[in-house]
């Protein structure tokens, strides 16, 4: 059976893997591709990435890049909710990454079928925003805040200790009213783990897609690859396609992308090579 996920007025079907292109509404992210309050460019952007293939485009307002500060939720929303707007008419499923209810509810008003919850729905009004709509939610794990996440976060068993999270978010969702086919998962890649506890994750990816909810991953350009090829920022595409086919080869069904044209190449020939059943 094909797993979906509906998203308000889109489902998604996942008989191929989904492309996310990450559309940085800030001024401070980490890979250096925010474009904060210059719409014409997350609208050239966007139209790019839906050249490129991509399926679904994710628009944050707050980077949650190691050590960064919270931003209040009316700056998120001055920086987020033009970009909505501007994005609509494209008709492409729209993701909000935020983990402020407040944030979500006018994100959704605005026009967003996704509410990407970095924060796994822990803030107090989180489920019932999205339970309140009839939005999709990417529920992720994160150890700790990004101010303190990266301090010597620490696991029994990663990947237990993550499922486990994810699922127990998940039954709470649906107990709230937002039905199993609105809910994906991610393990949270460079949230609160060392690069070992990344890649044991990755490794372990299946067990977490077992549970029948489909699974985005998220590793472009993360510090992880940086650490495994020696390679700035600026110089991971290789690695971040390299890490989305390997996702996707460990269960994940879409994947979180700042190179939308790369990855999608690299789908494409993974395809036919009969890797993706
Ligand atoms: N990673 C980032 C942000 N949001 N959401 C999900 N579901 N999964 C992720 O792995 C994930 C995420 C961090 O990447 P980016 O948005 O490029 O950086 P920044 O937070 O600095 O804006």
Request: aromatic share 4%; net charge negative.
């Amino acid at each position: 059976m094909t797993a979906l996920l509906n998203c308000g007025r889109y489902r998604l079907t996942f008989d191929r893997p989904l492309v996310m292109g990450i559309i940085n509404a800030t001024p401070d992210s980490f890979s250096g591709d925010g474009i904060a309050f210059d719409i014409e460019r997350a609208v050239a952007q966007a139209r790019q990435f839906i050249a490129d293939g991509a399926d679904i485009l994710d628009i944050g307002g707050e980077s949650t890049r190691p050590g960064s500060d919270p931003v209040a939720a009316d700056e998120e929303l001055r920086r987020v909710l033009p970009v909505i707007e501007a994005l609509r008419p494209l008709d492409v499923p729209l993701s909000i990454d935020t983990w402020k209810p407040e944030v979500m509810r006018a994100a959704i008003a605005a026009g967003a079928t996704l509410v990407n919850d970095i924060n796994g729905l822990r803030a107090p009004g989180a489920v019932e925003a999205v339970a309140a709509s009839d939005a999709a939610v990417c529920i992720m794990h994160m150890q700790g805040t990004p101010q303190t996440m990266q301090q010597d976060p620490r696991y029994r068993d990663v990947c237990a200790e993550v499922t486990d999270f994810l699922l127990q978010q998940a039954g709470a969702a649906q107990a709230a009213g937002i039905a199993r086919d609105r809910i994906m998962l991610d393990p949270g890649f460079g949230f609160g783990k060392t690069s070992q506890h990344n890649l044991d994750l990755l490794k372990g990816l299946h067990a977490l897609a077992g549970h029948g909810y489909p699974v985005l991953a998220g590793l472009s350009r993360k510090s992880v690859l940086g650490r495994l090829t020696g390679r700035p920022v600026t110089d991971r595409v290789a690695a971040s396609v390299a890490a989305a086919l390997a996702s996707i080869a460990r269960g994940a069904l879409m994947v979180r992308v700042h190179d939308v044209a790369a990855t999608r190449d690299a789908i494409a020939v993974w395809q036919v090579a009969g890797l993706f059943e």
